[in-house]
């Protein structure tokens, strides 16, 4: 099992920045991938950024250019950088985390809110 604790969510005006944290413990070893997707309200989940263990990003179109995805593989930590955010980015924003035996974990989730 792998426990996943998130935290920066909150309430920005539009054109701000916030930056999200999620931290991996317990079975850590043999992490492939981390990354954030994120579900706004009557919307379905979707991919925001992923990180693999050697710094490969991948980003949604929507994203690219205003977030930014790193992780701290000795803390266990991905981070998600958040500039010039857009009302449209309002959503609960959820870590996960991929291993190699094919499992995926993901976090409770953080609210973040943009206001216009």
């Known amino acids: 099992q792998v426990q996943l604790v998130e935290s920066g969510g909150g309430l920005v005006q539009a054109g701000g920045s916030l930056r999200l944290s999620c931290a991996a413990s317990g079975s850590i070893f043999s992490i492939n991938a981390m990354g954030w997707y994120r579900q706004a309200p009557g919307k379905q989940r979707e991919l925001v950024a992923t990180?693999?263990?050697?710094?490969?990003?991948n980003y949604a179109d929507s994203v690219k250019g205003r977030f930014t995805i790193s992780r701290d593989n000795a803390k266990n930590t991905v981070y998600l950088q958040m500039n010039s955010l857009k009302p449209e980015d309002t959503a609960v924003y959820y870590c996960?985390?991929?291993?190699?035996?094919?499992?995926?974990?993901w976090g409770k989730g953080t609210l973040v809110t943009v206001s216009s």
């Open positions: 990180i693999t263990s050697d710094g490969s990003t």
């Open positions: 996960v985390v991929f291993k190699g035996d094919g499992l995926d974990y």
